[in-house]
């Protein structure tokens, strides 16, 4: 069965950007410098050579990792869905009930995840723990070494601003 990975437009278009940026600048110029560096004969010692070749497998393993994103990627749109209940694209206020600490978090695709930003992927084991709940739940959920319980505040969908990396 084939994996199906939930991504917004805009987490799609940022990946297909990141391909046309490889395939036309990066790869092309890594090509130029390895041809340059071949001309400076002896291939042993040549660490401007195996320096090109290097960036050249990166550059090919992330086309790679991209092209089976890209592939696997189902676009939904978080706007035409209902947020009563946490699911993609949600985003989630939520209260740590012993410190009174105010979370916010949107789940998101996992190519498109940012945690620092609040951006959790939906199949984080944060965002396995939140799907399906809904305002007032109280959830427990399971960190490294302990658990904490929160309270979800609010569940609702809102428009998320990414800014270009």
């Known amino acids: 069965m084939e994996r199906v990975e939930p991504m917004t437009l805009f987490g799609y278009e940022k990946l297909q950007a990141e391909v046309k940026n490889l395939k036309e600048v990066k790869r092309p110029r890594v090509v130029k410098d390895i041809e340059e560096a071949l001309e400076h004969g002896d291939l042993k010692e040549n660490a401007e050579y195996h320096?090109?070749?290097?960036?050249?497998?990166?550059?090919?393993?992330?086309?790679?990792?991209?092209?089976?994103?890209?592939?696997?990627?189902?676009?939904?749109?978080p706007s035409e869905l209902d947020h009563v209940k946490v699911s993609f694209g949600s985003t989630i206020i939520m209260t740590d009930v012993k410190t009174d600490e105010v979370f916010s978090y949107t789940i998101v695709g996992g190519s498109e995840s940012n945690p620092d930003k609040g951006l959790i992927s939906f199949g984080s084991p944060l965002a396995k723990q939140l799907l399906g709940k809904e305002e007032g739940d109280e959830v427990v959920i399971a960190l490294p070494n302990s658990k904490k319980t929160f309270e979800i505040d609010e569940v609702k969908y809102q428009e998320i601003v990414f800014e270009c990396d």
């Open 51 to 77: 320096a090109a070749k290097e960036n050249q497998r990166i550059i090919d393993s992330r086309l790679a990792e991209l092209a089976t994103f890209l592939g696997c990627a189902k676009i939904v749109d």
